[in-house]
C-alpha cells in the first residue's frame, strides 16, 4: 500500500517569505502529526490533526500552523520566515486505534531558508 | 510521560547480534515501549513495540524486564543498513495522540 506521501521534497526560500508544505495520509489513516527535525534541536512536534481538528499543538510559535482537509490530507504553513525555521519537516500519520498507536512517516520536506 | 535514557553511541559487527538498551524507571503501567530508528535523512521507521511482554517481529526482538523500567531491543544478525539512530519511547498507548517526544537516540555504527 501507499505509504506518507510529503510535498514539496525539497525547497528554498528566503527570510519573510511563507511556506506551503503537503502530507498525504496512508488511505484508512485519520491522524496526521507533524514534526521539525534539525541539527541543534533534534526531532521536535510541531502539532497533531484529527477529523480536520488540531488535537495537540507543540511549542512553537503562531507563524507555524496547520489544517487538516475531510480527506485526512493535511498541510501545514510557516508565515514570515527566518532563517532559523530550516529543517526537515516530517508528517506522520495513524489509524489512531485504542491501545498502541504506531506512526508511520512520510520521507520529509526540507526546507532551506536563505 | 515517561523520560527515557539511552546510550548516545554503540558500534556492532556486521552478522552480530545489536544490542540496545533504554532505561525508562518512571515507566507506569499503562505506558508502551514503542522503538523507531531514523537512517539518516530519512523519516523514522517504526520497529516494535511492547507493554509487559517480550516481542518479536521480523524486524527486531523486545526484551523488556519484570519490572519494567528498562528494555533492549535486539537486532539479531546486523547488517550495515542497520546504521542508523534508534529511538526509544515510553506513551500510553490510550493517550490517543500522535505527539511522540523524541530523545537524542543511539547511534548505532554496524561495521563489516
Known amino acids: 500500500k501507499a505509504g506518507v506521501t510529503q510535498t514539496p521534497r525539497y525547497l528554498i526560500k528566503t527570510r519573510g517569505q511563507q511556506v506551503t508544505l503537503s502530507c498525504s495520509p496512508i488511505?484508512?489513516?485519520?491522524?496526521v502529526s507533524w514534526y521539525q527535525q534539525t541539527p541543534g534541536q533534534g526531532l521536535q512536534f510541531l502539532f497533531e490533526y484529527f477529523s480536520e481538528t488540531q488535537r495537540n499543538k507543540g511549542n512553537f510559535p503562531g507563524r507555524f500552523s496547520g489544517r487538516q482537509f475531510s480527506n485526512s490530507r493535511s498541510e501545514m504553513n510557516v508565515s514570515t520566515l527566518e532563517l532559523g525555521d530550516s529543517a526537515l519537516y516530517l508528517c506522520?500519520?495513524?489509524?489512531?486505534?485504542?491501545?498502541?498507536?504506531?506512526?508511520?512517516f512520510g520521507a520529509g520536506s526540507r526546507l532551506t531558508v536563505l | 510521560d515517561a523520560k527515557t535514557t539511552q546510550p548516545p553511541s554503540m558500534d556492532c559487527a556486521e552478522g552480530r547480534a545489536a544490542n540496545l538498551p533504554c532505561n525508562h524507571s518512571t515507566i507506569s503501567g499503562n505506558e508502551y515501549v514503542y522503538w523507531y530508528r531514523q537512517i539518516h535523512s530519512q523519516g523514522p521507521q517504526y520497529i516494535i513495540h511492547?507493554?509487559?511482554n517480550n516481542e518479536t517481529n521480523e524486524m527486531a526482538s523486545l526484551i523488556i524486564t519484570e519490572d519494567r523500567k528498562s528494555s533492549t531491543l535486539i537486532l539479531p544478525h546486523a547488517t550495515l543498513r542497520d546504521t542508523a539512530v534508534y529511538y526509544c519511547?515510553?506513551?500510553?498507548?490510550?493517550?490517543?495522540?500522535?505527539?511522540?517526544?523524541f530523545g537524542q537516540g543511539t547511534t548505532l555504527q554496524v561495521k563489516p
Open positions: 511492547g507493554l509487559k
Open positions: 506522520a500519520s495513524s489509524r489512531d486505534p485504542p491501545g498502541a498507536n504506531v506512526l508511520t
Open positions: 519511547i515510553v506513551m500510553k498507548g490510550s493517550s490517543n495522540t500522535g505527539k511522540l517526544i
Open positions: 488511505s484508512g489513516h485519520r491522524s
